[in-house]
């Protein structure tokens, strides 16, 4: 059975809201009423939940609250991201994955998601908690033709995607701790782990992988303090497909304005409206070491300019940085 084949069915099913005899379905796709029947059962054994009634045909009562090709597919509005989507129920790591898979020649835009990751990756060797069904845990490949200097631009335009997304969609207000983490109310509700193949000057290819809390309840006690998702801020469930769908556009959206100008000068203004880390004082940890100076600006690429106790005016490089708040994580 294509996979083609059975999303068709369920469209079909999802279109009539209604019963559908399977001689109708087996009819308007050209299957035998047997292929129909194993066909539903694949469904149901996904989670679909589908009615039979003799001489009335199949119901779809509920679908399943997954991130699948089937569920996030056809509502999706982006040209490229997303237009080939790898849906598993648990993985190690969606960046792993993709990086496979982009190793293996897949095109741009190709997402990795999962429901569970168990080896989930953060910047620096850091761990990713993801538990099952909670959050959007995706990876996309992209392959900009751009210098390998500039990939902390990819990491700037995920932030401000993700920022927008939240504020769009939901009625939370999120912002962005330079470079690459987006907060509500001070917590972290969102990492994004940029990872890159290249050569001197070209680039094989980017994984940018997105990490967002959606509807989690509880984090492990470790990170309890300074973590949060939109349920536990918003006191409500939210739909992690439409955000994904949403997400994705907005991650092409400003993908699409950086890559065709080669620059992100477009992008600073807004991605510094939603940027908490400026005019505040801030603890730069490189390497262990730490030192303590005041956030003023950002530069055209998008580094943070940083004036020192001493006076001296230092630009922070994305990659090498942890940033924080003086006593506080922020
Ligand atoms: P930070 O500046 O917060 O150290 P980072 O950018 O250096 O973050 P990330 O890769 O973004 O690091 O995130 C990894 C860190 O985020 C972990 O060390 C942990 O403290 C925290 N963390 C892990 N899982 C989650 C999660 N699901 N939600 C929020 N925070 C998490």
Redesign the pocket.
Known sequence: MSLNTKSKVLEFLKEKQDYVSGEEISNLLGVSRTAVWKIISRLKEEGYVIEAVTNKGYFLKESPDLLTDEEISPALETKCLGKKIYHHKEIGSTNKEAKKLAINGEEEGTLVISEKQTE?K???G?????PFGV?IWMSLILRPEISPVEISKITLIAALAVCKTINKTTDLKAEI?WP??ILINKK??C???TEMSAEIDKINYIILGI?L?VN?EE?PK??ED??TSLKIEGKKSYDRKELTRALLLEIENYYTIFTKKNSIDKLLEEYKSYCLTLNKDVKIIRNGVESIGRAVDLTKNGELIVKKQDGEIINVFSGEV???GIDA?I
């Open positions: 989930g953060g910047r620096l850091r761990t990713w908690s993801s959050g701790k690459n983490d972290k509700v990492g994004i782990l990490g809390n989690t984090f470790e990170i300074r973590a942890s940033v924080r994580y």
